[in-house]
């Protein structure tokens, strides 16, 4: 089996699984971690494809993606923990009172 096949496979697995993470779970940390899988699926495609190319500006956009989503998880994790911490819930149901 080819190793390009392997990884683009792995990476569409990878992909299906956080969007499903994201649309069949109501807590908000399982949608944090399915956003967060969704965007670590396209940065392998993203690195496998530069690899294969010897393109060192794509590995660059790669670095620069994995610290915005490092940032985007501190501050989705921070949101989730703030509500906790006030005694709030979680989940989805109780983020409507915000949209106005």
Same mark, same amino acid.
């Not at 989503?69 to 989940?91: F, N, P």
């Given at each position: 089996m080819d190793s390009g096949l392997l990884v683009w496979g792995v990476s569409g697995v990878l992909f299906l699984v956080g969007g499903a993470f994201l649309v069949l779970r109501r807590q908000l940390i399982a949608m944090i971690i399915g956003v967060e899988l969704m965007i670590n699926a396209a940065n392998l495609a993203l690195v496998h494809a530069a690899v294969r190319r010897g393109d060192a500006e794509g590995l660059a956009a790669a670095l620069l993606i994995i610290a915005a =989503?490092? =940032? &985007?998880?501190?501050? #989705?994790?921070? +949101?989730? +923990?703030?509500?906790?911490?006030? #005694? &709030?819930?979680? &989940?989805t149901d109780s983020l409507r009172e915000l949209s106005g």
């Open positions: =989503a490092a =940032a &985007e998880a501190v501050v #989705g994790l921070w +949101l989730v +923990l703030r509500r906790l911490r006030d #005694g &709030e819930t979680a &989940e």
